[in-house]
């Protein structure tokens, strides 16, 4: 399982990446514009995936968790996809490095709501790298409303792009 997590992983910074570059095209108000949506602008979902990245791998390395008041959310562009470029490093490290041993934990955390959870580990990480993808086609979607056309950021076309068949 390894190799899967790490295809994701580094499929998620690609994806990000080619998604941040139809993000640079916009301007500061349309990346902060409000729309009917959760977190209310590109620019907060952007801050949310971020946050939640940084509180499920801190939960998955056994570190104290992230509080959401401690976040120092972007304000700009250029802060955001500093953040996000630091954030992916961490992931594909965190991917690239995790034992499939663990796939049999359980994994027991705290919501950021105060309620304990045990979960398996196995879908903790489905759920991680979900999330993400979520949130990603919400941005994708929000693009197009704002007359952008950003390209398809399937895993498959990352896969194809990147003949990355260890998974």
């Known amino acids: ?17 080619a998604l941040y570059a139809e993000l640079k095209k916009l301007s500061p108000e ?8 959760n977190f209310g602008s590109i620019l907060g979902i952007a801050n949310h995936t971020i946050l939640a990245d940084r509180v499920w791998l801190a939960r998955f390395l056994g570190q104290a968790p992230v509080a959401p008041a401690g976040f120092a959310a972007a304000t ?45 580990l196995a879908v903790c990480l489905a759920q991680f790298f979900n ?12 693009l197009g409303v704002l007359g952008l056309n950003p390209p398809d950021l399937d ?10 068949y260890t998974a």
């Not at 349309?30 to 949506?37: E, I, N, S």
């Not at 996809?81 to 705290?110: G, M």
């Not at 498959?156 to 003949?163: N, P, V």
Request: aromatic fraction near 10%.
């Open 155 to 164: 895993l498959i076309y990352y896969q194809i792009a990147h003949r990355d």
């Open 131 to 142: 999330h993400q993808t979520f949130h990603r086609g919400q941005i994708h979607a929000l």
């Open 76 to 120: 700009d562009f250029t802060s955001l996809r500093v953040l996000r470029q630091a954030q992916d490093e961490l992931v594909v490290a965190f991917a690239e490095a995790f034992e499939p041993a663990r796939l049999s934990e359980t994994l027991r955390y705290t919501s950021m709501e105060g309620t304990p959870h045990a979960e398996p």
């Open 30 to 37: 349309q990346l902060a514009q409000g729309f009917g949506v």
């Open 1 to 17: 399982m390894r190799p899967t997590f790490a295809t994701q992983a580094r499929a998620n910074r690609w994806a990000n990446e």
